[in-house]
């Protein structure tokens, strides 16, 4: 994505470019192993210069499902690619009867991966999730995430 705000040095800016700063913008992301199908998607982001700033939710409908290791797109480039890099938090619910909380993880400059924690050992670790881990998925169940990442 390009810069929103391609202001140049030295440029006077007017208060309506100044409000823009920080705005909000829906986004769709594209998954990996992960069909959002029936699904419905509430994501967006904010830029503040070149720093993003990412929300989203995806509530499952009947025909959403988990494959595997789920990745979604960045809304922009990230600067480096420091992978396994944590930028936010994920919280995943099993409509409603239980929630589990884990990370989101850079997995490329292009992309970031939802996992959640494990405590199965004496520390916390992040674990990567599947069609039956943490749990199966089904319709009403919720997956949301919360970033922040440095556009390139």
């Known amino acids: 994505m390009a810069n929103p705000f391609p202001f140049v040095s030295g440029q006077v800016l007017t208060a309506a470019q100044m409000n ?6 829906a986004y769709t992301p594209t998954f990996t192993a992960l069909t ?9 982001f904010g830029r503040v210069q070149n720093f993003i700033h990412v ?3 995806l ?3 009947s025909t959403t499902s988990v494959s595997g290791n789920v990745l979604f797109t960045l809304p922009a480039t990230a600067r480096s690619a420091v992978n396994n890099m944590q930028i936010g938090v994920s919280r995943l619910t ?3 009867v239980s929630t ?3 990370l ?5 400059t292009t992309t970031a991966a939802i996992q959640a924690f494990a405590a199965g050992f004496t520390y916390l670790t992040n674990s990567a999730f599947s069609a039956t881990d943490p749990f199966t998925w089904n319709v009403n ?4 995430v919360n970033c922040v990442y440095e556009a390139a």
Do not use: C, H, M, P
């Open 141 to 144: 169940d919720e997956i949301y």
């Open 104 to 108: 989101v993880i850079q997995a490329s």
């Open 55 to 57: 929300e989203g939710k």
């Open 59 to 61: 509530l499952f409908g």
């Open 20 to 25: 823009g700063i920080g705005e909000y913008a």
């Open 94 to 96: 099993d409509a409603e």
């Open 100 to 102: 589990i909380f884990g």
């Open 36 to 44: 959002v199908g029936n699904g419905t998607l509430d994501w967006r």
